[in-house]
């Protein structure tokens, strides 16, 4: 994985901690991805958050999980679309 | 807009009074603008252009944009900052009583050509907004590179801090130890802020030395423990 599609990635990430933040009064307990790029980005922790992979979130995505999550509010946006570099 | 070289802004009184922009408004809402547009293109690769708008009392060198028969626009560039401002915007008619060239000597003589302390106090905001979006970036990266690797690694974070960052494993727990150099961060604020990237709500304590060796003079550090995930 390229470093500049790492920080997009992360970039990515962040704001939908943050969107959920805005949202949800609950905190995070977790992101997830799907196990491809949970291996891809190898981070098991980010920002304090675990990072654990989880094979109902589709590629280039990423879900905040939190208690008071439910379909409505959890947080899942899309990731950089672009591939990876090899 | 940010661009790898240098800044192009608008200064706030183009922005409202000449380019029709609201108090509230971006540069994305009057991105259509002719003279926007010419701004973008030619101030991207060049900071001045062939022609400057002359008899200012102020002695600045304001760039003339033009874009098509009529449309003009003035850019000052400030090198110390490295940043093109657009500083006006109007159309050319010789003779016209709105004519952009006497219309950009007024508002020299008024001193409301420049770039205001509005503008500037915009800047500094804008600053620690990209500087605290940055450590949220750089501090995971510098954690991975720290977990991958074998003892302690050395970073920027936030394009001028340098950190080191060492991650020991033991019996599943984790301890993080990171150094700041002093000599380039003093400010508190930005070590809570960089702590806080790397683990949010981690129960960091002060230690007077990193895992394989003791502080620098100019160090200052600190630890978290943790459970490896």
Known sequence: MTQQFEIKNLIEIRVGIDRHNERCPVPPEAILLNPLDFKLMDHPRLWGFPVLPDPSVPTKRCRIQCEGSSEEIEAELEMYEAEADP | MVLPDRELRVTRRCFIEDLGGKKDGTLEDVAKHPIVRAFLRERETKTAGTRQVGQLSSGKEIWVLTQAQRNRGGTWYEAQREIV???????????????FFPYCRQLDKDRRLAPSTED??????????????????????????????????????GGKFGVK???????????????????????PRSMIAILAALEADGDWEDTDKMPTRPLEHYEQAFSHMGIVE
Do not use: M, N
Request: hydrophobic letters at 45%; aromatic letters at 4%; charged letters at 30%.
């Open chain 2, 85 to 99: 401002w657009l500083v006006a915007a109007g159309h050319h008619e010789s003779g016209s009583q709105d004519d």
């Open chain 2, 120 to 157: 500037y106090k915009e800047i500094l905001l804008a600053q620690k907004e990209r500087l605290a979006a940055r450590i949220l970036i750089d501090a995971p990266l510098l954690r991975k590179r720290a977990r991958g690797g074998d003892g302690e690694v050395s970073g920027q974070i």
């Open chain 2, 165 to 187: 960052v060492a991650i020991e494993v033991a019996d599943e727990i984790e301890e993080i130890s990171v150094a700041f150099d002093l000599r380039t961060l003093q400010d």
